[in-house]
């Protein structure tokens, strides 16, 4: 079975730091660009950051620029979200999204069931 499952969410106070892992079970990541996403209640579904398969490139939301780092760690078959100085608006649930463009053009990509994140003190 293909899936990517999502794990690290929590409760956390403001100001708070966690990490978030996306692992793959039932193929391989190396080839695939990772992306995280969150959703808020109410809001629309929102990408947080991405890492290219090489690791080689990275981007993030200027939401979170500054204060997030994403790795990856292809011997694991494992992606993290590493986020500090956390705010309540960080609030969502975080799914992390696998994509790769198997023929030009055409593209594979699998979604985790998602983690929730709650930041309250």
């Known amino acids: 079975q293909l899936q990517l499952v999502e794990s690290g969410g929590g409760l956390v106070q403001p100001g708070g730091f966690l990490r978030l892992s996306c692992a793959a079970s039932?193929?391989?990541?190396?080839?695939?660009?990772i992306s995280w996403f969150r959703q808020a209640p109410g809001k629309e579904r929102e990408k947080v950051s991405c890492?290219?398969?090489?690791?080689?490139?990275?981007t993030f939301a200027d939401s979170v620029k500054g204060r997030s780092t994403i790795s990856r760690d292809n011997a694991k078959n494992t992606v993290y979200l590493h986020m500090n100085s956390l705010k309540p608006e960080d609030t969502a649930v975080y799914y992390c999204?696998?994509?790769?463009?198997?023929?030009?053009?055409?593209?594979?990509?699998?979604w985790g069931q998602g983690t929730q994140v709650t930041v309250s003190s």
């Open positions: 039932g193929f391989t990541l190396d080839r695939y660009d």
């Open positions: 999204n696998a994509r790769v463009e198997y023929r030009v053009g055409w593209y594979r990509g699998y």
């Open positions: 890492i290219s398969s090489s690791g080689g490139s990275t």
